[in-house]
């Protein structure tokens, strides 16, 4: 779902299925997004952030790393989107939102 709106509606779409090849560096921190548009937009899928608490140890990891990634975004001068399960709810709204700055 999310893909499909990428690639209908940006022609320069990377997503990144093979972790370990496709490896980015930004800045001093290694970082593997889920998809990269128009080579300068970063874009994450954080649907498990504050949401799953059944396994208290994996979500402590998930958040650490969430957190992780927010400190690379506000240190890089490249763009980052970063999307929430909510912004998946109303055929897309919030993630069509966050994006409509970047159309053209």
Known sequence: MIHNYYISNYSNVKY????KENEGVY???K???DWIIN????VEY???YKENKTNIEKYDEYNLKTKKKLKIANDSELI???LYESDLKNNLH????KMQKFDK
């Open 46 to 48: 954080l649907g498990l």
């Open 39 to 42: 080579d300068n937009i970063i």
């Open 80 to 82: 980052f989107v970063f």
């Open 16 to 19: 990144i299925n093979n972790r």
């Open 31 to 33: 970082y593997i997004p």
């Open 27 to 29: 800045g001093d921190k």
């Open 94 to 97: 919030g993630l069509k939102l």
